[in-house]
């Protein structure tokens, strides 16, 4: 599959969203808290379903949103095949939710940093 985010790996589903914010096991990174919910599959294909969220709270600009949101993407996109791999090989399904915590525009260095520390940690709690 590659470097892709495709849409069926966006979180989408309100009732999914909502299970994942009130069973889902969170965790700070900075600039970011982080919220993980897996379920066992019966088929053996795993997957993987993540949101990314800037709060209206702190950046009222949609531009600075959808900029930090697109930062969060890509360093994502560019850092999650392991993680993918590894819900593969386990036959687990994992919901996420990224949010960004902070007032400040971020650099993309920082919130690279960040990703895969994430991803570390929800990889190392599997």
Known sequence: MGYSL???ERLRSLKAIR??????QSGFVYPFRYLSLEERTESEAGGL??????PKK???RANKRNLLKRRMREAFR???QELRDKLTEQGV???M?????????VSYKTIEYAIKRILE???GTL
């Open 19 to 24: 299970r994942l914010f009130s069973e889902g």
């Open 121 to 123: 940690q929800v990889s």
């Open 6 to 8: 495709p849409r069926n």
């Open 58 to 60: 702190f950046h009222k």
């Open 93 to 95: 399904a994992l919901d």
């Open 97 to 105: 939710a990224i949010v960004l915590s902070t007032k400040d525009v």
């Open 49 to 54: 379903e993540v949101m990314f969220s800037v």
């Open 78 to 80: 560019l850092n999650c």
